[in-house]
């Protein structure tokens, strides 16, 4: 498993923007699938965002498709989650994920898939 630790959350107003970091403490990260989901109070975890090894292949959940953009940086070790246009309903934690791969092209999508998690960063956005 690999150590993720997530970073950028924080209180912002509807409308605003915010800008999520994960950093991966693992050389193999090139090898690592990467997703973002978060999770609201008495609410389950959610699909937010995931991208393949190389940043070719990105999926989106359907509450953040056209405001929310992941890419990653593998020689640096990070993924991240750009934010724009916030809601209130887009508060909640938000969580790096990490899921080991062979196939270069494949993107997880449950949060079963996933193997490495970080500890999570909240995100609060005002009304």
């Known amino acids: 498993q690999v150590q993720l630790v997530e970073s950028g959350g924080g209180l912002v107003k509807a409308g605003g923007s915010l800008r999520l970091s994960c950093v991966a403490s693992?050389?193999?990260?090139?090898?690592?699938?990467m997703g973002w989901f978060r999770q609201a109070p008495g609410k389950e975890r959610e699909f937010v965002a995931a991208?393949?090894?190389?940043?070719?292949?990105?999926y989106y959940g359907d509450s953040v498709k056209g405001r929310f953009t992941i890419s990653r940086d593998n020689a640096k070790n990070t993924v991240a989650l750009q934010m724009n246009s916030l809601k209130p309903e887009d508060t909640a934690v938000y969580y790096c994920?990490?899921?080991?791969?062979?196939?270069?092209?494949?993107?997880?999508?449950?949060?079963?898939?996933?193997?490495?998690w970080g500890r999570g960063t909240q995100v609060t956005v005002s009304s």
């Open positions: 693992e050389r193999t990260f090139s090898r690592y699938a």
């Open positions: 994920a990490g899921a080991r791969t062979f196939n270069s092209d494949y993107v997880p999508l449950r949060s079963s898939n996933f193997e490495s």
């Open positions: 991208i393949n090894w190389s940043g070719s292949n990105t």
